[in-house]
């Protein structure tokens, strides 16, 4: 036979109760005896339950319990919740209030964000706990409910690169658009994070998303870090270039591209952004310039982020997992940085010897190479561009054309079309029509000969 249990813990408090006062139930005992008796019963030490200790209670609470039970029965020794259950004592009208007002007007802040920034400026205690206000926020229909699908047809399991830069996240941010004089200017956050400590080797605020701006952005991140084993990326344009192919190839880089429409596959690289959004970009405010929001960033990445406890991490922090005695760094030398983003393409010299290279004309000195193909290289790195032809073991600068310097500068005369340039007792005889007339009038000789032959030709009647 199963046992009888209670049904839940106030039941089992109840019953707690009565085995103390129960030997006063059954007893009817004058006042001044049952005040004796009280008061036996409060010298008593006794362990509630789910207590690891034993207590006393006082002469009023038995006497309450007491009472309870003659008017209500088990009933009444059941305990009863608080009035103000869930509504938080540390949290007065006026701070409720500013909690209610934050979330109204910034609803994507995090409760972690905003205990966070209301006890920087002075105006929270640090007994409010983040669960005290999660309370608050489901009272008032403030709380946030994330929406959890998981019918997708792909099995997620959660994964870890092995070691630090053994896998490099890359992606881009939108961020708000600024509006200077009179000029819209998107804002680009392009960042690059380390799978196994969830560090950010690089990040930068641009106003593009091109693939040389990326590829800056990687240069500055393998000089301090060094080479990474894999680069995993989006199916964005800015990630799909021969440029980056190249360059990640000919430093040993494995490049990896996320499967088109699957967010969910790039989890890292997309909580990232959405402590980036929490914590700088949701709460902006009046921004100058670029400038302005990436100090912002770094300055939020430097003192909090790297700095504070990872979830994915089991607690430690990014900036230590992270740190130089954790990995090995594969040291890049600057020649070999700059073979790696060397371009080489082919190119036609025009015949006034220019030389078309990313859109800008380029001319050089060397007028035999009008005309031809030419291997053109110019390395990534150089700001402005620099390139030169490669030919037949040469290296020929290139340098841009100025049209302004070309007018003024003096041209070689034309050579003239009916006199050679040699004096007339040197010139080289050459006419074409006569020698074609001289031809003729051998082929008639011999075919009059052919004819007569005593000789005699008749040259009128040829000619």
Known sequence: ?????????????????????????????E??????????????????PGSACTRSFAVPTLERWLYAYRQRGLEGLCPRARRDRGRGR????VLRQLLCDIRREHPGAS?????????EDGRLSATVSASTVRRLYRQEGLDKIPQRDGKGPTTRLK??????????????????TLHLDRRRIPVRIHALLDDASRFLVAISVESDEKEDTMLRLLVRAVRLYGVPDALYLDNGATYRGDALRLFCSRLGITLLHARPYDPQARGKMERF????????????????????ISSRIQAFIDVHYHASPHAGLMGRAPGLVYAPGQREIDALSETRLRDALTIRQRRRVHRDTTVSV?????ELDHGYLAGRIVTVAYCLLDEPVAPVVEIEGQRIPLRPVDPVHNAHVKRPPRRSTTSGALPTEQQVAFD??????DKAVREAARAADAKDPDGEEDLDAIF
């Open 159 to 176: 994964w870890q690169a092995e070691r630090p830069d053994a896998l490099w996240h890359g992606d881009v941010c939108h961020g708000p």
């Open 358 to 362: 990313r859109g800008q004309l380029f």
């Open 111 to 119: 409760v972690p964000l905003i205990l966070r920034t209301l006890r």
């Open 31 to 48: 006042h001044g005896d049952l005040v004796e008796a009280l008061r036996a019963l409060a010298k008593e030490r006794v362990r509630p």
């Open 432 to 437: 074409p029509g006569g020698v074609l007339r």
């Open 1 to 29: 036979m199963d046992l009888l249990k209670p049904r839940d813990h106030a039941e089992e408090i109840a019953l707690f109760r009565h085995g103390i006062i129960g030997q006063l139930c059954a007893r009817d005992l």
């Open 273 to 292: 952004w959405r402590t980036l959004r929490e914590g700088v970009l949701d709460h902006l405010g009046a921004i100058t310039s670029l400038d302005d």
């Open 90 to 93: 540390e949290l007065d009208p």
